[in-house]
Every structure is written in structure tokens, then in C-alpha cells.
């Protein structure tokens, strides 16, 4: 199995992602952990040809739920991106845009095997932002 630096060193190089703009490290409750931007994420889907669909599983003013759907070859991925007042800190708030980027990052990292190495997106959580 390789390591954390290892497949990440892999992602950057095999994506074209730059480590300037693309990639990020950040602290979260003592542990460091490694982050992917949005840009970074968008390149990751466009290098792998992973295609993304959405469906709205529950859309209220205040409580969003959007369904990601991934497929490349016969591979397909599924999860989900939600936005609510308590995670979302946006103004004015967005979140049928929140819950998609969600979505859409939580998708394209599960289907480079990402997760397995404790590497998310940044849009995932508002603790996760780079500051």
C-alpha cells in the first residue's frame, strides 16, 4: 500500500493539479490533514473523464440534499451533498450550490480512491477551508 504522500504526489502529477493553487494542507482538531480546492477538483473530474449527475433528493429554504451520481467506464459512485444553516457559512447563503460542490467533490475523490487516504475537498465542511 502506498502512502499518503505517495498518492498524493501521484494525484498532483497524474491531474496536472499545482500544489500553489490546487492543493492545500490544514489542521483540524491536531491532526494535519490534506485538502483539494475546488479548481483542483474540477481537473481531477476533467483529467479521469468522470462523469457527474445530480438529483435533488430534498430542497427546502433552509435544508438542501443533492444526490451525486459518478461514472467512469463501468464504475459508478454515489453520495451525497447537503447544506444547512449549521454548516454553511455563506451570506447571503447558497445552498443548492453549497449541497452540489459538496456533492460533486465527495463523488470525484471517492472515485480516485481518495478517502482512503484521508485526502477530502475543501468545499466539504466550512472547517475545512483554507484560511
Same mark, same amino acid.
Given at each position: 500500500m502506498e502512502s499518503k504522500r505517495d498518492f498524493l504526489n501521484e494525484l498532483v502529477k497524474n491531474n496536472h +493539479? =499545482?500544489?500553489d493553487e490546487d492543493v492545500f494542507r490544514k489542521a483540524i482538531r491536531g491532526k494535519e490533514m490534506a485538502f483539494i480546492k475546488r479548481s483542483g477538483i474540477e481537473k481531477i473530474q476533467f483529467t =479521469? /473523464?468522470?462523469r457527474v449527475c445530480f438529483e435533488v433528493i430534498t430542497m427546502q429554504p /433552509? $435544508? @438542501?440534499v443533492i444526490k451525486a451520481i459518478a461514472t467512469k467506464g463501468d464504475m459508478v459512485v454515489e453520495s451525497f451533498g447537503e447544506a444547512t444553516p449549521e454548516n454553511t457559512n455563506q451570506k447571503p447563503p447558497y445552498y443548492s450550490a453549497m449541497a452540489e460542490k459538496?456533492? +460533486?467533490?465527495r463523488v470525484v +475523490?471517492?472515485?480516485v480512491g481518495a478517502y482512503k487516504y =484521508? @485526502? $477530502?475537498g475543501e468545499d466539504e465542511a466550512d472547517d475545512f477551508k483554507q484560511t
Open positions: +493539479l =499545482n500544489v =479521469n /473523464d468522470i /433552509d $435544508y @438542501v459538496r456533492g +460533486l467533490s +475523490l471517492k472515485m =484521508n @485526502v $477530502y
